[in-house]
C-alpha cells in the first residue's frame, strides 16, 4: 500500500466527490475505484471505512471522506479529503442561491440531471455489489444471508437506517463467525 | 438571522440525521414554521439547487443558510455539513483499535452487509426517480 501526497488526495477526493448528482453513494463509489486502483487503499480498508461511515451522523459521504483521509494520509489527511469533498459544490450551492438561479427551466439542465440519475443508480449498485461478494466468496455465506434477511425486514418496516445497522452488528455478532 | 443561531440550527439538523436529506424534516420546522425567516418555496428552491449541482445532497444546508443569513449564513450552512463529519475520526479509530477482537470483526461484516442492502433499497429508490425523470425530459419534449 502507498500513500498519496496531500495534493493528490486533495485534487482525487474533490474530483470523485463533485462529479456525480444524485447523491454520495456513487461518489463513494468513485472513491473507492480511484483509490483502489492507485494502491491507496485496498477492499477491507474500505468496507472497514464504508462501515464508518453509515454510522457517522450527517451526510455519509463526508464521513467516507473524512475516515478516507484519516486512514491513508492521517489528520492532515482527513482535513485535506473534508475540504476537497465540501467546498468546491458549497461554492457552487451558494453562488446558484445568491443569483436565484431557476437552474431547472432549461431544458438541456434537466437532460443532463437526468442522465446523470441514471448513472448514479449504476454506481450505486456497483458499490452494493462490491460491498457482498467478499462475503460471497468465502465460507458462511448462509450467516451472511441472515443477516441480509434481517436487514431486509427492517427496513420494510421503516426501521431507521441506524437503527437497523447497529441490530444488524448485535445480530452479527451473534451469528458471524469472521475469518 | 443571526450567524450562530444558523450555525447551532443548521448543526441540530445534520447532527440528528444519517442521510442527505434526512435533516430536512428538522430545517424546516426550525427556518419555516419557528423562526419564519424564509418560506417553504424558498426551502423547496435551496433543495432543487442541492440535488441539482455535483457533490453531497446533504450541501442544501449551505443554499439555506444563505437564504437565512446572507454570505455568513452560507459559510455557517458549510461548517454545520462537515462537523458531524469529523465524529468519523473516533469512530474509526475505536473500531480499528478493537478490531483484533473476533464480536468487533463480526459487528463490523454485519454492519457492512447491512450496508449493502440499504444500498440496494437506495439503488432501487433512485432507479424509480431517475426512470421518472427520464419520462418527464422527454415527453415535454
Not at chain 1, 73 to 101: D, E, F, K, Q, W
Not at chain 2, 66 to 82: M, R, S
Request: with cysteine; net charge positive; charged share 10%.
Amino acid at each position: 500500500m502507498t500513500s498519496p501526497s496531500f495534493g493528490e488526495l486533495l485534487w482525487a477526493v474533490a474530483r470523485d466527490v463533485n462529479r456525480t448528482v444524485g447523491g454520495g453513494y456513487a461518489a463513494m463509489e468513485l472513491l473507492r475505484r480511484t483509490f483502489v486502483k492507485r494502491g491507496w487503499l485496498d477492499a477491507p480498508g474500505n468496507a472497514l471505512i464504508n462501515a464508518v461511515s453509515r454510522l457517522t451522523p450527517g451526510t455519509n459521504v463526508l464521513a467516507y471522506c473524512v475516515a478516507l483521509g484519516w486512514r491513508v494520509r492521517g489528520a492532515g489527511g482527513a482535513l485535506a479529503a473534508l475540504i476537497g469533498g465540501s467546498v468546491p459544490g458549497s461554492l457552487v450551492i451558494a453562488m446558484l442561491t445568491a443569483t436565484v438561479a431557476q437552474i431547472d427551466q432549461y431544458r438541456s439542465v434537466r437532460v443532463a440531471l437526468a442522465i446523470g440519475s441514471a448513472i448514479a443508480v449504476v454506481l450505486v449498485f456497483s458499490a452494493a455489489w462490491h460491498l457482498l461478494r467478499p462475503y460471497w466468496s468465502r465460507p458462511g455465506r448462509a450467516r451472511a444471508a441472515v443477516i441480509m434477511a434481517i436487514t431486509g425486514l427492517l427496513l420494510s418496516l421503516d426501521v431507521t437506517p441506524v437503527r437497523t445497522l447497529l441490530v444488524a452488528a448485535v445480530a452479527g455478532t451473534l451469528i458471524l463467525k469472521p475469518e | 438571522m443571526n450567524t450562530l443561531l444558523v450555525y447551532a440550527l443548521l448543526l441540530k439538523a445534520t447532527v440528528t440525521s444519517f442521510a442527505g436529506l434526512g435533516s430536512l424534516p428538522q430545517i424546516q420546522r426550525d427556518f419555516v414554521e419557528t423562526y419564519q425567516v424564509m418560506s417553504a418555496e424558498q426551502l423547496s428552491q435551496a433543495v432543487l439547487i442541492g440535488r441539482s449541482t455535483p457533490g453531497p445532497v446533504g450541501a442544501y444546508v449551505v443554499a439555506v443558510g444563505y437564504l437565512a443569513g446572507g454570505w455568513p449564513g452560507a459559510v455557517a450552512g458549510w461548517l454545520a455539513l462537515i462537523t458531524p463529519a469529523l465524529a468519523a475520526i473516533p469512530l474509526l479509530l475505536m473500531v480499528q483499535r478493537w478490531m483484533h477482537l473476533q464480536h468487533m470483526r463480526a459487528a463490523v461484516d454485519a454492519i457492512v452487509l447491512a450496508s449493502a442492502v440499504l444500498l440496494v433499497a437506495t439503488a432501487v429508490r433512485l432507479t424509480i426517480d431517475a426512470a421518472q425523470q427520464l419520462v418527464r425530459v422527454f415527453t415535454q419534449a
